[in-house]
């Protein structure tokens, strides 16, 4: 909930401010909705429910405007006004940058420990507490990662990667991008810095079959490596599987295990499996489903560092402990994304920031990949971006807040001449600040993600 502290003085910006009027004034003092959930529980008709900020939000089209949430607030915040419900928090955080004391302040930020008691006293104007400075807390993970200032995108970690746990993309197709598979696997030791020595070639084909780029080919009975022109460089992606154990979670047979902080599958049990879920929840898209020479799945990561001695010249690959704090960058836009996508429901907004769960938290990285500001870190370099989508208003539901246009990052909604709150859908980038936030439910809101190239 949203406090205020003994620095108020009564003088009501935050009420004026508050699109929800959930803000009164007690004794001089500003006092507002705690959030408790009870009018949640209370409701009949199930319309109110807890949004991603934290905050509770009216779901017009269900609600009848009965008044059982007024009766049974704890604090009387809640009145019905020509049949519209106010008084409720959504959690919007208006309140605390409207003050010009600095007298609104979020309890999240003061009280660290859930074990304390909410309030000593009943007091309303509280002393903000003194912050403790115990070690950060944060989560924490051990896979195998890729220094991308190292790496070459050669492309022999892939081939070499037992499970087929690594997918490199490369931008250019044919060309030899210095892999020395080819060296590896010509058994007449005739092939030596990317060139093929004629006399020493049997023509085996070996290399031609095996290089991971096709970039060997025959030219009149001799094989030839296609090489970069002058100045060209190799471009592209490498994702890897970042042992996060969403597939293990997912895994309905058991058939997926984590030992001692490894993935393990026993195709035995995974066979068996008709609808795989485990592959639709891999954050990066390595899993997939084994193909017909293979049994059960590959592209989870076994953690046998096989990657890491195949590559020999950059040392790019290495096992790295992964950790996170859950902080993120000033671009961060409370879009909500992050929170809708975090299967293990881990994330709560803030304006401007978000709050984790670290004991939920297992670093998956969803969050950070389907980021449309990159504010949250990842080590991976998958990435999702919104494709399209669109954000409407439903002006018979709408309670005329506007906290639809004051949360827009893209200052894409306002009110029309005639007093209805209208989107741009030129500025719109379908983030659903406005559809998380509405303290009435009345933006039909959706988007679609793609994959980023």
């Known amino acids: 909930m949203f406090l205020s502290t003994k620095k108020c003085d009564g003088r009501g910006e935050c009420i004026k401010e508050c699109p929800t009027d959930a803000i009164r004034l007690i004794d001089g003092k500003a006092f507002s909705c705690i959030t408790c959930g009870a009018c949640a529980d209370a409701c009949p008709n199930r319309a109110i429910f807890k949004n991603r900020y934290g905050g509770y939000v009216v779901d017009r089209a269900k609600c009848n405007a009965c008044g059982v949430c007024e009766f049974t607030c704890p604090v009387n915040s809640i009145k019905i006004e020509d049949g519209i419900v106010k008084g409720i928090c959504a959690r919007c955080g208006i309140c605390v940058d409207s003050c010009p004391l600095g007298a609104r302040i979020d309890a999240f930020d003061i009280i660290e420990d859930r074990q304390l008691q909410f309030l000593e006293s009943l007091n309303l104007a509280i002393q903000t507490p003194k912050k403790s ?40 197709k044919g060309i030899c991008s210095e892999c020395r598979i080819c060296e590896d696997v010509c058994p007449a030791d005739a092939i030596k810095d990317t060139t093929i020595d004629p006399e020493k070639c049997t023509l085996c084909l070996k290399c031609f079959r095996e ?97 890491i001695k195949a590559c020999d010249v950059n040392e790019a690959r290495s096992f790295k402990k992964v950790k996170w704090d859950g902080s993120v960058s000033e671009e961060c836009i409370s879009c909500g994304i992050c929170s809708e996508i975090c299967p293990k429901e881990a994330i709560t907004l803030k304006r401007g920031t978000i709050n984790v769960d ?45 906290l639809c246009e004051k949360i827009c990052p893209e200052e894409a909604i306002s009110e029309t001449e005639d007093g209805r709150m209208w989107v741009d859908e030129n500025k719109c980038i379908y983030c659903g600040a406005c559809s998380n936030a509405c303290p009435a439910r009345a933006i039909i809101f959706e988007r679609e993600f793609e994959l980023s190239k």
Do not use: W
Not at 215 to 234: N, S, T, V, W, Y
Not at 369 to 388: G, N, Q
């Open 358 to 402: 670290m004991e939920k938290c297992i670093l998956c990285e969803k969050c950070a990949i389907h980021c449309p500001v990159d504010a949250i870190p990842k080590t991976t370099l998958r990435k999702k971006s919104i494709k399209d989508g669109f954000t409407l208003i439903d002006n018979k539901l709408c309670m005329d807040c506007k």
């Open 211 to 307: 290089c991971p780029n096709d970039a060997i080919h025959m030219e009149d009975f001799e094989l030839k490596i296609r090489k970069p022109q002058e100045g060209e460089e190799i471009s592209g992606t490498i994702i890897s599987c970042l042992n996060c154990g969403l597939c293990v979670d997912a895994c309905q047979n058991d058939a997926l295990r984590i030992v001692d902080g490894k993935i393990r599958c026993d195709p035995a049990i995974c066979v068996e499996c008709e609808s795989p879920s485990c592959l639709e929840v891999c954050p990066v898209g390595t899993l997939r489903s084994a193909d017909e020479s293979g049994i059960g799945l590959k592209g989870y990561c076994v953690s046998c560092g096989r990657c």
């Open 133 to 172: 400075s115990p070690e950060a807390k944060e989560v924490q993970r051990t896979n195998v990662v890729t220094d991308t200032d190292k790496c070459t995108l050669c492309r022999r970690c892939e081939y070499y990667c037992p499970t087929e746990a690594i997918i490199v993309n490369l931008d250019q």
